[in-house]
């Protein structure tokens, strides 16, 4: 297939290209010209009037369900979910049926997603049946392809044992992933405590409950001279205490969800269960920290945190829901859209180059005779999500019917490309 990408700013500072305007010429999943084409002998021309085109962006924690759960999601739903989101890589947390705490599991993911049009990265279970006890064959999983390690929705309360897996890793020069929440503090609560949790009768989750845990990972992270990643972080508050470690020279990155960036908990005043998250929507102000932290750097990426739910997860009472909803086709346009600003360089660097630093992932360059693995997007479209464009299996999104900014027209990768126009 010949295709030729005409007028994109190209956004790749690797590249000779960077920040031009140029024409792209892609034949059989390969760039072969750059500069100014002629549109003769191609079978496919794309167009639009901001159209950019970075390295391939990076999705650094989904759940593809898959093995267990193939109900809400499978590896191929959720890679066309991916691929629809400018998503060409994705890492996908373990907490499957069985848990991905083993080479057997890191080698089914593998081989099962090879023909995908995206390229699956296994994160592996740091403890045996990601339960918090035992630390799992982090060792063998890195050797079969594990990318870096985590128990996904679970976080790691034993201070002792997340030592152990923070050393451990150090040899292998890998990644640990937590989303810091305590669970000694309300464990029964639903929503972020407040004002609205108040006048809602829902229990309260405190904020504390996470900058507590953020406080101490990056204490254990420092004293094991490791390396962490914090996710779905949510509050000022843990922002100014990652950014306090960072200059003290714990390496240490960190990640929020694009639905923190749009949603506080006073959009909860209906109780739509398809925001019901974990961690929780906080308060405007955190969200309002949230906004400006990304925009100025403080965040390094943005995580989609993926988590597909059938309709009878979700249509029940709010205290019976599951938490969690799908997030990679909009995670862009959402991105976009909450943080006013945001120019197509420090969106390529939250959505590509910074995970793929952080996870060891190689970056594709912009350049002629490379192989595919670029994203194709352009910030000044205007449109609106439904439920009949919806590629995951699961549809669980506030986002159907919302207006937003910014749209992907395109995911190139060696094995397919996917376009949206």
């Known amino acids: 297939m010949k295709l030729l990408i005409k007028q994109a700013l190209v956004v790749d500072p690797s590249s000779s290209f960077n920040n031009k305007k140029v024409d792209l010429l892609i034949e059989n999943g390969i760039l072969t010209k750059i500069g100014k084409i002629d549109k003769s002998d191609v079978d496919k021309t794309v167009t639009s009037p901001g159209l950019c085109i970075s390295p391939g962006w990076v999705d650094s ?11 809400k999601e499978t590896l191929d739903s959720g890679a066309a979910a991916a691929a629809r989101g400018g998503f060409t890589d994705v890492l996908i947390v373990p907490n499957t049926n069985p848990v991905l705490h083993n080479k057997a599991g890191v080698e089914y993911i593998l081989h099962k997603s090879q023909s995908l049009p995206i390229t699956i990265h296994p994160i592996g279970a740091i403890t045996w049946q ?8 982090m060792y063998d999983m890195f050797e079969n392809g594990a990318v870096a390690f985590s128990d996904g929705q679970h976080c790691i309360q034993s201070g002792g044992l997340l030592i152990k897996a923070l050393q451990y890793v150090k040899a292998i020069d890998a990644v640990i992933i937590q989303v810091p929440d305590d669970y000694s503090i309300n464990p029964s609560g ?36 490791s390396t962490l990643h914090l996710t779905g972080i949510s509050t000022a508050n843990s922002i100014q205490l990652i950014q306090h470690a960072k200059k003290e020279s714990v390496a240490v990155s960190c990640s929020v969800t694009p639905y923190h960036l749009f949603f506080s908990d006073e959009d909860l005043a209906n109780y739509n269960t398809n925001l019901k998250v974990n961690p929780p929507l906080r308060s405007k102000a955190d969200r309002d920290a949230l906004r400006i932290a990304v925009k100025e750097g403080q965040v390094d990426c943005i995580a989609s945190h993926h988590f597909p739910h059938e309709t009878d997860s979700k249509m029940v009472e709010f205290e019976h829901a599951q938490y969690g909803m799908v997030g990679l086709e909009t995670a862009y346009a959402v991105t976009n859209t909450a943080v006013q600003g ?12 910074s995970p793929r630093k952080i996870f ?15 994203t194709l997007f352009d910030p000044t479209i205007e449109w609106t999500p439904t439920t009949e464009e919806l590629k995951s299996r699961s549809s669980n999104t506030p986002f159907i019917g919302k207006t937003l900014l910014g749209k992907v027209i395109g995911t190139l990768h060696s094995n397919a490309i996917s376009l949206f126009v």
């Open 61 to 71: 924690f989904s759940h593809f369900a898959d093995p267990g759960f193939e109900h």
């Open 130 to 137: 990601a339960e918090g006890k035992e630390l799992a064959e």
């Open 190 to 225: 639903l929503i972020n405590e407040g004002i609205t949790s108040t006048q809602l009768g829902l229990p309260g989750k405190p904020a504390i409950a996470e900058e507590l845990m953020v406080a101490r990972d990056l204490a254990l992270c420092g004293y094991a001279e």
């Open 360 to 374: 060891g992932l190689k970056t594709p360059t912009i350049a002629i005779n490379q192989q595919c693995r670029f």
């Open 342 to 353: 945001l120019t197509p360089l420090r969106t390529v660097e939250i959505f590509s180059l």
